[in-house]
Antibody
């Protein structure tokens, strides 16, 4: 059974930094593209960032480009999202998702990031 | 890249059918057969319901079906059940720059 468990969400001040983690199990982690998707309170889903299985290819939404870094440690079956220069508008539940056939076939339960002074 | 356009809400009675539309452009929905649909109950993670425009993952009831015409994709739920009440999001691959774009979401109410 695929399991994705996010952690690292917290209350942080504007301009601060945070690193989110997503621990994966139940599949061969290194073989799969992984993605972060976020959802602001009461709002819709927004794609944030994607990383290839080998970690050699990363991609970012314009809203986080230059402020966020996606990475993975395949030896630890863990996905990361380092977020810097956080803004109020980054407040959201952040989900990690395992990609399938051009879709997001499995999702974690999410971790809440709140950016507020 | 703008979000895909979905109706904010739809409703139907148990046993009826409803269709949720998802309108994009030739750069996303119309350009690729990579439209997926997600169901999200309050406080829960999204769940994949349809992928590749019209394919159903194992375990998803065949009451759920997907289609596409031009720049508009659709999700049809037939034989509505109370547990279908949820938010539904479409998503499309949008090419090698933007990668993914989601719809704004549709709240389905089962009357």
């Amino acid at each position: 059974e695929v399991q994705l468990l996010e952690s690292g969400g917290d209350l942080v001040q504007p301009g601060g930094s945070l690193r989110l983690s997503c621990a994966a199990s139940g599949f061969t982690f290194s073989s799969y593209v992984m993605t972060w998707v976020r959802q602001a309170p009461g709002k819709g889903l927004e794609w944030v960032s994607t990383i290839r299985g080998s970690g050699d290819y990363t991609h970012y939404a314009d809203s986080v480009k230059g402020r966020s870094t996606i990475s993975r440690d395949n030896s630890k079956n863990t996905l990361y999202l380092q977020m810097n220069s956080l803004r109020v508008e980054d407040t959201a539940v952040y989900y990690c998702a395992k990609e399938g056939d051009y879709d997001f076939e499995d999702w974690g339960q999410g971790t809440l990031v709140t950016v507020s002074s | 890249q703008s979000a895909l356009t979905q109706p904010r809400s739809v409703s139907g009675s148990p046993g009826q059918s409803v269709t949720i539309s998802c309108t994009g452009t030739s750069s996303d929905v119309g350009g690729y057969n990579y439209v997926s649909w997600y169901q999200q109950h309050p406080g829960k993670a999204p769940k994949l319901m349809i992928y590749g425009v019209s394919k159903r993952p194992s375990g998803v009831p065949d009451r759920f079906s997907g289609s596409k015409s031009g720049n508009t994709a659709s999700l049809t739920i037939s034989g509505l059940q109370a547990e279908d009440e949820a938010d539904y999001y479409c998503c499309s691959y949008a090419g090698s720059y933007t990668l993914w774009v989601f719809g704004g979401g549709t709240k389905l109410t089962v009357l």
